[in-house]
């Protein structure tokens, strides 16, 4: 009994000592190798992505410029293509910020997401105050030519409707359903394709790898595709936790998907390191809970344990993608670095999250190496 007990414990520090070392050595690195970049090691495989905000669009930080261009070749736009930015009044449209974001796309060579043409969040004022079906139409027909015309041939891929689904796989009541029932999916498909004729078009959700959800998005997808209006790609958004990684739906969703003739893409790819409020329902941006120390576990540092979670998790993801590299044509991440994170104002303001490759001194973390090492 003692000699067994001697040996788990030896077990136990050996490991403990693996982990530790693996990331304190990890940490030492100040900045990436300088062959090392993400977009070379999979460039046979998928397009490896990030979210860029207004500070990166605009060039402001040489570090994090660095990054972008050397670890990344296809770029999401994480907030100024969205309604209530692009376009905020029914004749005024704000392109200065777009147009900067598909000159650095063009500059860098990158694939150019456009994100998003029809969504209910982040929608303009005046949008929400349009009652008839008509008026709802004009403004569809408007926001689509006119955005996605500016952007023919520059822009490789539209999100042309974001999160239409409730948890159940039953369509959200958003004021487009409300009001022109589910074939406004069609319409802005229709008028997408004919907007941006060499454009990708995709569907994008979030917690579509679940079951139920999977159903919904399979008959709106097919819904679509029989409707006679294009749609090449479907995102599956990503946005997990380390502690409950949905692998095997994942997988499944991905052969699903890819069964419908569609590209995959995972496009909003990160993963929490921090507990969720037990009520929190998918990525719902308007869901806030209270702030609370115990929510909050990490704001003095990482512990090596979660680290090499995070690492063992991403691995996980990543081995999977591989293993369907031909249905995957993009991997985004949701941003550049931690620092950036909607995660750490999400579901809970002012917390402290670790959910990318790179930390917040835009430094490359064990899970970097990990992701790197499956190429190998
Ligand atoms: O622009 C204002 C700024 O003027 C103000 O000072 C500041 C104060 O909080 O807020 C700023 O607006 C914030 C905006 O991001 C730009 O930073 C909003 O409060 C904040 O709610 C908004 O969050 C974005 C969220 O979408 C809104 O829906 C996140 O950055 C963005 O990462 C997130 O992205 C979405 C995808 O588009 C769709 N899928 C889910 C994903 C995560 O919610």
Redesign the pocket.
């Known amino acids: 009994m003692k000699i067994e007990m001697s040996k788990t414990a030896s077990i136990l520090l050996a490991s403990l000592l693996v982990i530790s070392c693996q990331v304190s050595c990890q940490n030492k690195k100040n900045s990436v190798d300088k062959e090392s970049s993400l977009k070379k090691a999979y460039s046979k495989e998928f397009y490896i992505g990030t979210a860029l905000d207004n500070n990166q669009i605009n060039e402001n930080d040489s570090a994090v410029n660095h990054l972008i261009v050397t670890q990344f070749n296809a770029i999401t736009p994480?907030?100024i293509m969205k309604c209530e930015i692009i376009h905020p009044k029914w004749d005024t449209y704000n392109f200065d910020m777009a147009d900067k974001y598909v000159a650095l796309g063009a500059k860098n060579k990158m694939f150019v997401v456009g994100?998003?043409l029809i969504w209910h969040?982040?929608l303009a004022p005046f949008v929400r105050k349009i009652k008839t079906k008509d008026s709802l139409e004009l403004f569809m027909t408007n926001h689509i030519n006119t955005i996605a015309g500016r952007y023919k041939g520059k822009v490789g891929g539209w999100d042309v409707v974001?999160?239409a689904l409730n948890e159940d796989g039953t369509y959200r009541k958003s004021i487009f359903y409300q009001t022109l029932g589910e074939d406004f999916l069609v319409t802005a498909f229709k008028l997408a394709e004919k907007a941006a004729p060499g454009t990708e078009l995709y569907y994008n959700d979030?917690n579509i790898e679940q079951p139920k959800k999977r159903a919904g998005a399979i008959a709106l997808l097919t819904k679509i595709k029989n409707s006679g209006a294009r749609i090449d790609g479907v995102g599956i958004?990503g946005?997990w936790n380390i502690e409950d990684l949905p692998i095997k739906d994942i997988e499944e969703s991905i052969i699903a998907y890819s069964k419908l003739g569609l590209k995959v893409m995972i496009t909003?790819l990160d993963l929490s390191v921090l507990p969720n409020p037990k009520q929190l329902v998918g990525?719902n941006?308007d869901q806030s809970f209270a702030q609370d120390p115990k929510m909050n576990p990490y704001a003095k540092g990482l512990p090596d344990s979660v680290q090499m979670k995070l690492a063992q998790r991403y691995e996980e993801l990543f081995k999977v993608f591989l293993k369907h590299k031909d249905k995957i044509s993009r991997v985004t991440f949701?941003g550049v670095n931690d620092q950036q994170s909607?995660l750490n104002n999400?579901p809970i303001r002012n917390r402290t999250n670790y959910p990318l490759l790179f930390d917040r001194n835009n430094k490359p973390k064990l899970v970097y190496e990990k992701v790197l090492d499956l190429k190998k």
């Open positions: 994480e907030n994100h998003a969040s982040q974001n999160e979030f958004q946005h909003e990525a941006i949701w909607w999400f």
